[in-house]
């Protein structure tokens, strides 16, 4: 199981930014895959959570209204939809696949690299 995030980039406040993940060699098997984002002296947080079968999702209470996780037809390609970035925002992103549909970097265990965001003015 490979996950490859892209899509990181120094943006202004206010602005948005698309996030991806492909995902390969995920299986038949129902999986969740989240967004997790960490910032210098911050503990790892996930920011969003999508689950495989039915895509219920999840999201973490400070990014609700603003991020969307959403997937390709093929379900290999998830994204973050950020909008409304802020300063607080900021962070390396990284997309993860674990087996159940919870926001706790516990229950995961296939992360990508990640992918820097920067929000600055």
């Known amino acids: 199981l490979q996950l490859v995030e892209s899509g990181g980039d120094l943006v202004q406040p206010g602005r948005s930014l698309r996030l991806s993940c492909v995902a390969t060699?995920?299986?038949?098997?129902?999986?969740?895959i989240a967004w997790f984002r960490q910032s210098p002296g911050k503990e790892r947080e996930g920011v969003a959570c999508?689950?495989?079968?039915?895509?219920?999702?999840k999201y973490l209470e400070g990014v609700k209204g603003r991020f969307t996780i959403a997937r390709d037809n093929r379900k290999t390609i998830y994204y973050l939809d950020m909008n409304d970035l802020r300063p607080e925002d900021s962070g390396i992103y990284y997309c993860a696949v674990g087996t159940i549909l919870i926001l706790d970097e516990r229950f995961y265990d296939y992360w990508g690299q990640g992918t820097q965001v920067i929000v600055s003015s």
């Open positions: 999508m689950s495989s079968d039915d895509g219920r999702t």
């Open positions: 060699g995920l299986g038949a098997y129902a999986f969740a």
